[in-house]
Structure formats: C-alpha cells, structure tokens
C-alpha cells in the first residue's frame, strides 16, 4: 500500500509544480502585452492587444524598381479595422549624401486602387528620412489614424476571403529632381490562405504512399507471373495518382494571370512535381547559375529588382508636385493611445512582417505563368529544371535502398516463419531485377515532369550550364524512355504480320431504355461481340490489324514479355497492351506545349485545349485500363479536368481585359473541380488497398473481415472476367424493353460429401482401404469446388472431373465400395463351367487360393479341375496382378473373394 500513496503524491506535486510554471509563463505574458485604449464611434471604450493580428497586412516585398537609390531592408504596412489605423515600418540605407524627398503610399486590391497617401516625412516627424542622408540609417514608422470614407473603396470580403489579392506600394520621389528614386511592392494578404503545403502535402502523401505499397505488394506477391499480373493490373497505379496530382501543379505552367486563390491551392502539390523548397539546395544552384538566369518576363511575370512602369497603373511624379499638400499636423509618430513599434531584432516586436523575395522571383503580386506558380513556393523559374531534377535524383536513389530494405525484410520474415516462401519465391531471387524495374517505372511516370522543365529552361534560357544539363536530361528522357517503349513494341510485333481485312463502319441504334442511344461500330466487332442492335448506317471500311502466329501466346500470357516489359504493359487491357507507347507520344505533345510554347499565351492555351479533347476522345474510346477503376480515375475523371481546367485558364490572358474579381471566381471554379477530383483520387487509393489485401490473401481460405467474404468472391470473378477482356452477357429483352428470365429447369448439385465411420471399419484389414478411399473422397470435394475455376496449368486442365472419375462405379456418390467379389455369370464369361464346383464346397474361396493349389479337397477331382481350367487361374493371376476388369472396380483393395 506504500507504494500507490507514494505514486500519488509525487504525480500531485508534478501537476502542482506545472500548474504554478504555467501561471507564472501566463502572468509573465501578460506583463509583456502591451494594451491600447481606443474610443469607437459609438463611444465605447476598447481595449486592444498591440501585437493583434490586422486585418490587412503586407508580407513579401520586392524592389520594382530595378535601380533604387534607397535599399530598403524591411518594409511592412498593416490595416487594423478595429481601430481605423494604418501603420507601416521602413528600415534602410541610401548613398544621396544629402536629399530631401516626397513618399506615397499605395493600396490596390484586385487591380484597382482602394487607398493613397502622399506626405512629407519632414512634416511627419520621420527624423531619419528628413531629409535622407547615407550617415544616418533610415528608419520610418507611423501610426495614421483614417476615415471610414478612406477605406470605402476596400470590400468587407476582402477582410475574410482566401488569398485576398492585393498590393502595398512605396514610392520615393526626390524633390530635387522630382523623379522617382526608389519603388518597394509587397503583397498583402488577410491571414487566410488555400496554401497548407506541409498539412496538405502530409495528407496526400500518406495517400501516396499507401498506393505505393499496395501497387508493390501486388506485383511481389504469388506464384506464377501470369497470375501476378491478372491481379497487379487491378491494384491502384501510382502512375495514376501522379498523374493527377502533376496535372493539378502543372496547370499553373501556361502563360495566363492565374488569380491569387489558384497559386495558393496548386502550392499544396508542388512536391509530387518535385517542386520543394531547400534553402541549401537552392544556394547550390544559385552558385551553379550565377547570375546568368534567363528572362522570366517572357512568360507574362513581372521580375523583381525589374523597372515596372505600369505596376498599380503607373504614377507621374507631376501629381505629387503639382498638388497642394497640407501639412500632416494630424499624424504623430507618437499618441497616448498608441505605442511605437519595436525593431524587426526585438522577441517582443511586430510579428506581421515580410521579408525581401530572392533574386530571380517576380515581384509579389504577380502570379503570371510558371514563374508566378513558383514563387509561392519561393523557387525561381530558372531554378526549377534543377530542382526537379535534384529531387528525382533522390527518389530514384530512395527507391533503390527501400527494395534492398524489403530484401531484408523479408528474408527475415522468411526466417521467422512468418509467410511462406513460395509466394515471394520471384521477388528473393531476382530482387535486383526487382529495383531495375521499379527504378524504370519512376522514370516512366516523371517523363513529363523531366522533358517539360527541360524545355522550359530553353525556352527562359539562363546559364550554359544548365542548358548543357537540360540537353543531356533531355536526350537521356527521348533516347533512354522513349527508346525502351519503342523497343517493347518492336519485340514483340517482329514475329506478326499485317493484316488488311475489308470491313464495314456501322452506325447502331440502341433502344433499350428511355432514350435511344447511337455509336459507330465495325461490323467485326459487332459479329464477335454478338450485338443485336439495329444497323442504321453502314459504311465501307478496311481493318488494318497484326496477326500473331498460331503458335504464339498472347502478351498478358508470355511469361518472357512480362518479365522484360510487365512494368509498362501489365495494366492495360489484352486488346490494347500496347497503349504506354501512345501515352508517351500524348505526354511529349503536352510538355512542348507547355515548355515550348511558353510566353506564346493564345497560341500555347489554344494548341493545349484542341490536343486534350482529341485525346479525351481518343482514350474514352479505348478505355485502355483493365480495371474499372483506372479507367474511371484516369480516362474519364482525369480527361474531364484537364479539358475544363485549360479551358477556363484561357480566360485569364489580359488581351481579354476581364476584372480580377471575375477571374477569382473562375480561379475558384477551377479549385473546385481539381478538388473533387483529388477527393476521387483518394477514395480509389482506399479501394485499391482493400482490393490490394484480398489480392494478397488470395491463397487463405478464412478471410477477415467475413463481411468482406462475398464482396472478395465477386471481385476475384470479376478479376477473371476481365482479363478475358470480353464484354458481359447482355441480358435478353423483349420488344418493349424488358429483361426475360430463362425458364428454370430442375437441377441437382452436391456441394460437399462426409463419411461416418461404420462398425467394419474396426476391421484391421480394412485400416489401409478407408484411408486410400477417404483420400479419394478428399480428392474429389477438392476437384468439385475448383470445377467452375480455370486450371492453372494444363496438368490440372487435364484431370478427370468428380463426374468421370465415379462413372466407373454404380454406387452412388460418395458411397463406400465393398470387397468386389465374383458370381457364377462372371465364370460364364470367363469359360468356366461353375457346375463343376462341388455342392458342398464352401461359398467364399480366395483367389490366391485358386492359384497356388491351396484350396480346400473337400469333394474328390475339384482340385485337379481348378488346375486344369487355365481360364479361371488366368483370371485369378490378373485380378491379384490389378488388370482384371473386375480389379477395377476398386482399385485401393489388395484381394478379391469368389462366391
């Protein structure tokens, strides 16, 4: 009893001893907090946290100037509706030795100017810039106090909305000159975003990794590779769901003025494009680039430390100079009710600050083409091709360690008698073979991402250097993918010949149902397929297909093409296993349009949107997938997004003058449809792990959940129908439509057979033949439950079936044979007179009592007459020797008797 009282009381004294540090941290913060009185319109007095989130606040800035004569080191401004103030923050340095100047203050949102202010900071109590000197550092704040007609211009729901779009302006005017000197952008924003990277990155990536695991484990698992394949190919791709996840980020590469909710939302998938940001990676490749690093305005951004002459609409310096412009009397730098801000370097200074962009980002604000996309991300263009490629460079060396991990991993598994050893027997021995393919498989899948940002490095040019690593990328990409994909078709359509075949084009008319459907057919496929609907039109056509020999299996079927080519073949249909090759030539159509045509807005949305339709037709067509799924998710959901998402991006080129609010709701349209799309994504990862764990526990009977029992059993014959790639049975309807049932017919079927023991089995001498026959029993349940499933080879093909095997016997099914034995008609048949048996003999002799003479002498000459008939003893020898007709009928017993 000690023990739990001392447990307590030390657990109390913690909790105490925690309880007082928080009091005393809170207390402690409480002090730091610094509060201002602030009187509202109504009268009320408001006490006000001076370190409060504004309710507009400028982040990120840039130089839009290009050649200031004033560095500014930070430069923040912020809008507080609680309070009706503006304050802004200005730190840096000048070379004018002496100068006096004029500063102005711009707001614009969503394009259009919401509030100005213009001022003499002399007037402004800002000491350190009246006037600029280099001796003195600059450092201007204020605190100016606004009317709500000053802020008319800004609406109510730009303070909650996501990705408030817009722009905090400083310009610097000398009076000497009256010129601009100096022309700071920062970008403001109300604390409200789509861009969680590291929370919606984390998320999809467990996603990612799920499919991952579920598409190996599949394509590891069985024991025989046609078997492998049948259920790998219904397992969730990764290439799918990098596909989707590139076709989301990527839409962000044409040349259009994306709004800013559009950028924030596609920054969540930079990472599947290899677009993730390292402040050490890019250092290296700021020192490899020099500062050589192409020219980003080509593509529609606007460059910092760039002269922007139009930026917020432009300002003459005449306005300022040609107006009369009071003294600020009203603006203090220091009020009873507001306290000055402390310095960027203080812990309890002024936290809604920014930062300057990184040289080669474009001004914040500006969301134009794939520069703007990646400056959310704070990567600039020029360095994205080596991002990209730094990052595969890694997954490839990330995968290879993970199939060495899992060698391990396994073996040991193997050792601890954990799985059973036949069923990754392939992946143990040819590990290695294993990675290769894999490795191989990556590369498939970043074929886009790797072509398309090489193309756009020479599109934005930069250093030789990087164009000499694009080059080589891109050579590698056409030579070493391309090459391989053209090589997989070449290998297995060198042995099969041309055919030219004339055909029909039909058009048929589909009644069943409401409304009436119409599709174009061949009249090949039609005969095959057995279709009953109407011919409309009819069309001459020619069939042009390959032909394999007669002796030749199909691709799906060729252990030997599976093993070379299975990772780009294995998941399409038996029709069209052929279809990596076509999706390379549709992915390398894309990346030229994106990469090449770059800075081309009309001509690259345009080429884009009239390739992704005729593609969208194309592979709805064929539906190249084996699993519905894919199909679903890559062919139709995917195809759709696509089309949508490059079509009502071309309303986002400026020729087109539409409002920055009007392509916010479009940009929001936009997310809605790629969302749901990724949500579609997502859901089919879940289905494919719980296709991936039926798959693998295809060997085990006892399956959990036992919920999930039924739905297994469906999808395995779904599984088999499908790689029959054959159409379902249609059901037969009459002329109004309706589904007619075929008449039921009696029918009889035994499902399972059980054997109770009978008092003879106690006989030692029938020990050996129950065992033999409860074998045979055994045997034949086993055959009658694998009857409707496919032979996995042609041994089990060719076994006799439950039916052949017990046709032999008269009995019934499942019951047990007796000793056969012999009656007087089989001596007729056999030549022996039977009468010569004496009377008295007795009933049941032996058969090796026949032949060795040992029978009993009970009547005078019967034994002299046995010996004399060969017949009987030839019959005898060939029953013990077991080819003796009536040996046949049981073939596990060891003697027969004669009655």
Known sequence: MRTPSLISISGACIFLFLSLLLRVEAASSSDNKQWIQYTNADGETLYLDNNREPALYAQDYGDCQGDSIVNVTRFDAAYYKDNMTILFHLEGSTAVANESVMMYIGVYAYGESRFTLMFDPCFANIHSMCPINASVPIEASGIIPIAPADVAGIPEIALSIPDFEGQAILRIFANSTQSQIACYSAVLTNGHSFSHPIAVGSTVGVFVAIALVSSVATAIYGQGLQETRKHYAHSLSVFVVFSVLQHVFFTGALSMNFPSVLVAFWSNFGWASGMIYSRGMQNSINQFIGSNRGNISMVGSAPSGQNAVNLGGGYSPSMIYKRAIGLLDTIESESPSMHKRSLINSTSGFSWYGNPVAPGLPLPGNYSSFAGTLAELHIPASNAFLTGLLWFLILIALLGVSVAVAKVVVELLVKLKAIKTDRLSFFRKHWIYCGAVIVLRACYIAFFMITFLAIFQFTIGGAAGTLAVAGIVLALALLGIVGLAGYALWYRMSGQKFQNDPDQLQLKLSTAGKVPRLGWTRKSTAAKMEDSRRTVVSLPWRHLHLVDPMDRPHVHDDDDYLIKFGWLSARFRR??????????????????????????????????????????????????????????????????????????????????????????????????????????????????????????????????????????????????????????????????????????????????????????????????????????????????????????????????????????????????????????????????????????????????????????????????TWTANPSLVNIANAAVNGSSPYRDRHQKSKSLNLT
């Open 575 to 864: 029709s069209k296993w052929w279809f990596f090759a076509a999706w390379l030539v549709y992915e390398l159509v894309r990346a030229c349009f994106y990469g090449g045509a770059a800075g081309h807005p009309l001509t690259q949305v345009f080429g884009l949107l009239a390739w992704e339709i005729l593609a969208l037709f194309t592979i709805v067509t064929m539906r190249p997938f084996e699993s519905n799924r894919l199909n679903m998710l890559m062919v139709y959901c995917l195809g759709f997004s696509k089309v949508v998402s490059v079509a009502l991006c071309s309303a986002f080129d400026p020729r087109f003058g539409l409002g920055r609010i009007l392509t916010t709701v479009i940009g929001i349209i936009i997310i809605v449809i790629q969302g749901v799309l990724i949500i579609l994504m997502m859901i089919a990862v879940v289905v494919g792990a719980i296709s991936s764990y039926m798959s693998v526990r295809r060997y085990q009977e006892d399956f959990h959940p036992q919920s999930l029992a039924n739905t297994r059993t469906k999808f395995f014959t779904h599984l088999e129908h499908k790689a029959t790639d054959k159409p379902l049975a249609k059901a037969v309807t009459n002329a109004k439509g309706a589904v007619l049932e075929e008449p039921k017919q009696p029918y009889f079927s035994i499902t399972s057979v059980r054997r109770e023991t009978k008092i003879e089995d106690e006989d030692l001498e029938n020990e050996n033949e129950n065992e033999n026959e409860n074998d045979f029993i055994e045997n034949d349940s086993r055959l009658s439950m694998d009857a409707n499933q496919q032979p996995r080879d042609k041994r089990a093909s060719a076994a006799p079936s439950v039916r052949s095997r017990t046709s032999i016997s008269n009995l019934p099914y499942g019951a047990r044979r007796h000793r056969a034995s012999w009656s007087t008609r089989d001596f007729h048949n056999s030549g022996f007179d039977p009468e010569q048996i004496p009377s008295g003999m007795h009933s049941r002799m032996s058969i090796e009592s026949i032949r060795d003479g040992s029978a009993p002498k009970s009547t005078a000459g019967v034994r002299q």
